[in-house]
């Protein structure tokens, strides 16, 4: 495989998986909305880059040309996140990326590797095997759920090898404003007292950004393991012991206000994945 095309390429995911493609001397075809924000990442000039604004998607044009024809696809776009529960999931982006994907895949993307959630699994608790039937509870998770049995239907009328990656949690340089950990270190920057959070006994699985991006790429070069796989650490955390981990790591000091927000109810309170064909998928050559 020489060729792969990465959407939402100007992401918090997107950049450090073109920067592990190049690791592996593939060209990349990098893709996003924001042009002038790709040009700032330190891959630009590494990668042809060809802008894409959904807004402007047109059935007729052949996107597999518009590409510049590559042999495989990493789908990291998604809009109007950490927003897990509004509508627009389901009725703005999942039809906009059902039609690119058909498109690309109708017109010869022979390898396709696509992001989904963790959330897919809705309110199971436990160990989260990929044999296990989705119940996805919110707008997100539905729709990435339905854009996944889509591309599996797809699978009826082309040939196309197709790995389905369900991002646990994450995290590193480059992560949203609002998430925890950059939430915490403002919190420590601005001198507070205190960092209000939640109980913080939920459990989760975490991975950092880097490790994420390396499984990713693993996942997509190879054709061996197909379907649904967990990206994920196996190592459950709750997100207290995650926090104070955090801190002593970086050698800062906050105190904790435990239980100033409630738990969300768009999650389960303990959850982590199973591995198994994670390890499956990363020992391929």
């Known amino acids: 495989m020489k060729k792969v095309l990465v959407t939402g390429a100007t992401g918090f995911i997107g950049n450090y998986v073109i920067e592990e493609l190049l690791k592996h001397k593939i060209d990349v075809i990098a893709t996003s909305l924001n042009e002038a924000k790709a040009r700032q990442q330190l891959w630009f000039e590494n990668v042809k880059y060809i802008p894409f604004d959904f807004a402007n998607f047109d059935s007729a044009t052949n996107y597999f040309l518009y590409f510049n024809e590559p042999e495989a696809l ?19 982006n999942l039809p906009k990326h059902k039609a690119l994907l058909k498109n690309l895949i109708e017109h ?26 989705a119940q996805p ?14 591309i599996e239907a797809l699978q009826q009328q082309y040939n196309f090898s197709f790995k389905w990656i369900r991002l ?33 006994e939920q459990t989760r699985d975490y991975l950092p ?33 995650f926090v104070e981990q955090n801190l002593r790591k970086t050698g800062k000091s906050i105190k904790l206000n435990l239980g100033y927000y409630p738990y969300t109810d768009y999650e389960p309170m303990h959850f982590w994945g199973n591995t198994e064909k994670l390890n499956k998928a990363l020992a391929e050559k």
């Open 108 to 133: 010869g993307v022979r390898d396709v590797t696509v992001t989904g959630t963790c959330l897919e699994y809705g309110m199971q608790q436990g160990c989260l095997s990929e044999d296990l039937p």
């Open 137 to 150: 509870s919110n707008f997100y998770s539905i729709a990435k759920n339905e854009l996944r049995i889509f």
């Open 74 to 92: 990493i789908h990291l776009a998604w809009e109007g996140l950490p927003n897990y529960t509004s509508s627009f999931h389901t009725e703005k």
């Open 209 to 241: 950004v880097e490790t994420v991006a390396e499984y990713i790429v693993k996942i997509a070069l190879q054709k061996k393991v197909e379907g649904i796989i967990n990206c994920c650490s196996g190592v459950p955390i709750t997100i207290k012991d």
């Open 168 to 200: 646990f949690y994450m995290y590193g340089e480059g992560q949203s404003k609002n998430s925890l950990l950059s939430q915490l270190d403002k919190a420590v920057k601005n001198g507070d007292e205190v960092f209000n959070m939640s109980g913080g």
